[in-house]
């Protein structure tokens, strides 16, 4: 067999051409030459067909041919050094390029990895500065506002909300006080007038009637809460530790108490519950309604709060 491969080798025939023809002598298929030496007919094809770039590399190709060469019983060194001698500079020149393939392909990924940090750091950068931002403009925003109970809400008598500040319900509250002084002192002056010509006992009776008539609207004068009250009527004592404005509207829709408390102040009314009570700052209030404590923290919404005493 070595002297047929050296005369094979010595007529120019391929590598390929050598093993095709070897393999045909002994009457092996390609598949069964595959499977003898564990590899797959592709393989064995392109060796046989001078197909070598086909081939994983030419280190490869030397082991596929010496172990193709020794099943068939060729002389396995001599095939090698033929498909040397066959593929010559080629194969250097392609291990080369191979080498320099790889080498690119390396840089190429290392300088994608380096731009694909650099985004990444750009974004964690926009992102602590986004954040920052907000938190600067936040409290920015929270130093300009007023305090909350520099604002109130009040319910117009078509069911519509209105936002007023303190200043005006205080202005509203002295107007108020103003008209109130001013009716009293008409009714001192007619007293007065009365008085310079009425006997005492007629003075006392006027007096008197008078200030049956001033008391019974009033109903916001402090009344004892274990007097016995008539059936249907409550009584609500309201302390306030905070600058507060509200409003109380008896079950018949009268207004019984309206304008801005001050802080220590306390106010008791009296009506035909169920009492709705109005509260523009619910914070510090307290309400006792019949002698008994009132939880009315479920009803508080921001800073404003609407309780349904007696219901």
Same mark, same amino acid.
């Given at each position: ?76 060194? #001599?095939?090698?050094? @033929?498909?040397?001698? !066959?593929?010559?500079?080629?194969? +250097?020149?392609? *291990? &080369?390029?191979?080498? /320099? ?34 938190? #600067?403009?936040?409290? @920015?925003?929270?130093? !300009?506002?007023?305090?909350?109970? +520099?604002?109130? *809400? &009040?319910?117009?008598? /078509? ?153």
């Amino acid at each position: 067999m070595n002297d047929t491969t050296s005369a094979a080798i010595a007529s120019s025939v391929s590598v390929g051409q050598l093993l095709l023809n070897a393999r045909t002598a002994a009457g092996l298929t390609v598949l069964e030459v595959a499977h003898k030496l564990n590899l797959t007919v592709s393989v064995i094809e392109n060796l046989e067909q001078d197909q070598f770039a086909q081939l994983p590399g030419t280190t490869f190709a030397r082991g596929y041919i010496r172990s193709y060469a020794k099943l068939l019983h060729l002389d396995a060194n #001599q095939l090698v050094q @033929a498909f040397d001698h !066959q593929v010559g500079a080629a194969a +250097e020149v392609s *291990e &080369v390029h191979t080498i /320099d393939r790889v080498g690119t392909s390396r840089r190429v990924s290392r300088g994608m990895l380096q731009f694909g940090l650099f985004l990444l750091l750009l974004l964690i950068l926009a992102a602590v500065y986004y954040g920052w931002q907000s938190r #600067q403009t936040s409290a @920015a925003l929270a130093s !300009q506002k007023s305090p909350v109970f +520099e604002r109130v *809400e &009040v319910e117009r008598a /078509d069911g519509s909300m209105h936002v007023q500040t303190i200043d005006e319900l205080e202005d509203q509250a002295v107007a108020l006080v103003l008209e109130n002084q001013t009716a009293n002192l008409a009714d001192e002056s007619s007293v007065t007038a009365l008085d310079s010509s009425l006997t005492d006992t007629e003075t006392v009776d006027v007096l008197s009637a008078g200030l049956e008539t001033y008391v019974e609207p009033a109903q916001s004068a402090d009344i004892p809460e274990t007097e016995t009250l008539a059936p249907g009527m409550g009584i609500a004592r309201i302390s306030f530790t905070h600058d507060c404005w509200l409003r109380i509207i008896d079950a018949d829709g009268k207004q019984i108490a309206t304008g801005l408390q001050r802080g220590g102040e306390q106010l008791t009314v009296t009506g035909k519950a169920p009492l709705d009570v109005h509260l523009g700052y619910a914070k510090g209030v307290s309400i006792l309604y019949n002698g008994e404590a009132v939880d009315f923290s479920s009803a508080v919404s921001g800073e404003t709060a609407r309780i349904k005493l007696g219901q």
